[in-house]
Antibody, heavy 116, light 108 residues
Framework: QVQLVQSGAEVKKPGASVKVSCKASGYTFTSYDINWVRQATGQGLEWMGWMNPNSGNTGYAQKFQGRVTMTRNTSISTAYMELSSLRSEDTAVYYC?????????WGQGTLVTVSS | EIVMTQSPATLSVSPGERATLSCRASQSVSSNLAWYQQKPGQAPRLLIYGASTRATGIPARFSGSGSGTEFTLTISSLQSEDFAVYYCQQYNNWPRRTFGQGTKVEIK
């Protein structure tokens, strides 16, 4: 069965960076784009960007341009999302999702807390 | 950017009653619209894609309709497990996906 398993919760100080992983199984990793979506506590879903695991091509929401980097390691079917220059407003649950236009499969989420 | 607007923000419904949720796009998204259900502490779950196609394993009491800019999610007879937050999402504008702000369905 298709699974996306994310890395564990992180606590970071303002100005630091965080890198969240998303390990895919149950399908061919390079056949579907991976998107990243975040959700602040009590808030809605916010699209951050996409990555094609086959080509490595990426695209980011304008809000995160210059601060986010999405990469992958195809040998271990893992996608990564790195967010830099963290601020308190980046405290949120970060999800990876497999895209077919819509998102049929989601990771379990990774809580990133930014606090001094 | 395509803006998705959901209404109402909160819907109070009694178990067994019908719930109707709305989603409006700021420009046409054709039928490239999905609906998700999210419960506290869980990832969203896909309910509907293509505006009206139920995802695998989704009960028939969930139905979607609409095209262009106006969409509706209907839950025909609310069960206790259906009380949750529901989001719409457009995927017409590749690759920039956008979500509505959500509708919370609560017990009346």
């Amino acid at each position: 069965q298709v699974q996306l398993v994310q890395s564990g919760a992180e606590v970071k100080k303002p100005g630091a960076s965080v890198k969240v992983s998303c390990k895919a199984s149950g399908y061919t990793f390079t056949s579907y784009d991976i998107n990243w979506v975040r959700q602040a506590t009590g808030q809605g879903l916010e699209w951050m960007g996409w990555m094609n695991p086959n080509s490595g091509n990426t695209g980011y929401a304008q809000k995160f341009q210059g601060r986010v980097t999405m990469t992958r390691n195809t040998s271990i079917s893992t996608a990564y999302m790195e967010l830099s220059s963290l601020r308190s407003e980046d405290t949120a649950v970060y999800y990876c999702a497999r895209e077919s236009g819509w998102y049929s499969y989601w990771g379990q989420g990774t809580l990133v807390t930014v606090s001094s | 950017e395509i803006v998705m607007t959901q209404s109402p923000a909160t819907l109070s419904v009694s178990p067994g009653e019908r719930a109707t949720l709305s989603c409006r796009a700021s420009q046409s998204v054709s039928s490239n619209l999905a609906w998700y259900q999210q419960k506290p502490g869980q990832a969203p779950r896909l309910l509907i894609y293509g505006a009206s196609t139920r995802a695998t394993g989704i009960p028939a009491r969930f139905s979607g309709s609409g095209s262009g800019t106006e969409f509706t999610l209907t839950i025909s007879s609310l069960q206790s497990e259906d009380f949750a937050v529901y989001y719409c999402q457009q995927y017409n504008n590749w690759p920039r996906r956008t979500f509505g702000q959500g509708t919370k369905v609560e017990i009346k």
